[in-house]
């Protein structure tokens, strides 16, 4: 062989796997080195108040997906926010396929000011603020960060919420679908049944409504046609072991749907899928008494509570709407005129049209 073949040959043979080493993944204009993990704070301010999110980037040894995760994006909602700190111990880089980047609480000003549903600072709810604005205000330039940094740079998405600090919730997962987007869909649906819950939510788009702002965080990513899927498990701001370790076995489970880990996805033949959830809205201010728990299956017409005036007096009942499974209902006292009293999801028989 002359030297120029041996050089080819040579060349030949070591070309692949130079083509295929993987390489660092740059976030935050800093190298994130195979096989390691490195945190982030990414800094938010608006000029008057600051704060940061709190990020860990995995990224693996080995060519992959990029999942994108969320918690905290409401910072009342404790299990998935629980859960993101044992997901984070359970991840290793060293045998990961591609990366993970993890938030764990995207809202820091609500979780350390205990605020249900909103940034305490501006008073705005980070989940209807999405895609965010570069120069908005706190909660508008957190959206931003959060859309620019992990959205966009994923391949899957998953954000994580549980019932918020009022909302007595009945665990389930939620996927983006749309006929526009079938690819992504039919992935976020087998996202869904990766994630182990046995009820599905089925969040169907209107094509039209692709066009318009996303306001929801997974949906932004759902909106750039990224398979997109929601946790919803835990109640009433509260912290169960119960809770948690569901949110965690789903999203090891995922890992390895999505061939990022190692070892067999366990999936979930029979989901009860859901596609309407109609919701039963307050027709006053009082107190709330209800009369059944998120779980239970109602029929139309059916009382579930009832509300009192100021001196407990004059009681007003509240009906079911539809017949089907709540979702969520009130679960503490306070009740204003116009707020959701309950959701209750109808049962579907499946999910993405193929
Ligand atoms: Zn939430």
Known sequence: MSTKFYALFIMGCFLPFILVAQSHFVFQEQNVAPGTHQQFKIKVSDGVDSTFIPVSVFHGSKPGPVLGITAGVHGYEYAPILAAQQIARQIDPATLSDTVILVHLANVPSFLGRSPYVNPLDEKNLNRVFPGKADGSLTEQMAYQITQEVIARSDYF?????????????????????????????????????????????????????????????????????????????????????????????????????????????????????????????????????????????????????????FGENPVDVFANASGIILYIIGTPPINKGETLLRIGLIASSGTKK
């Open 158 to 310: 998953l954000d994580m919420h549980s019932g918020d600090a009022p909302e007595d919730l009945r665990p389930y997962v939620g996927y983006y679908s749309s006929e526009r987007f079938p690819k992504a869909s039919q992935k976020g649906e087998a996202m869904a049944r990766a994630l182990g819950f046995d009820h599905i939510v089925v969040f169907d788009v209107a094509a039209e409504r692709i066009d318009e702002p996303s306001l929801y965080c997974s949906q932004e990513a759902f909106h750039r046609q990224i398979p997109s899927a929601d946790i919803e498990c835990g109640s009433l701001g509260a912290v169960q072991t119960q809770d948690v370790q569901p949110i965690v076995d789903g999203v090891i489970n995922l890992l390895r749907h999505l061939e990022m880990m190692a070892g067999e996805a366990a999936s979930l033949n029979s989901p009860i899928f859901i596609r309407e959830r109609p919701s039963v809205i307050s027709p006053q201010d009082g107190i709330f008494y209800p009369l059944k728990t998120s779980g239970e299956y109602v029929s139309e017409g059916m009382k579930v509570g009832y509300i009192t005036d100021f």
